[in-house]
């Protein structure tokens, strides 16, 4: 058994041109991407949920176990 699991999101264009907006002109499809790696980074560390998240790379966000005291059980 692997010591870790890889899986894909994929972002829709709603939320894509929702982040193109707000980045206004300076919206390079770098930008973007780091944009969006970021709100997903905070959006996962910061849940209700006992996991932790931190970017780890570019395009790359590790995902922990980390019980904290309002966490709600993941099952």
Known sequence: MSDSLEIQIVAAPSLLDHLRDG????????LLEHKLVELLTVILDGSEFPIAAE?????TIRISY?????????F
């Open 55 to 59: 970017r780890t790379g570019e395009r």
């Open 23 to 30: 980045l206004g002109e300076q919206g390079t499809e770098e």
């Open 66 to 74: 980390h019980l904290r005291s309002f966490s709600q059980p993941i």
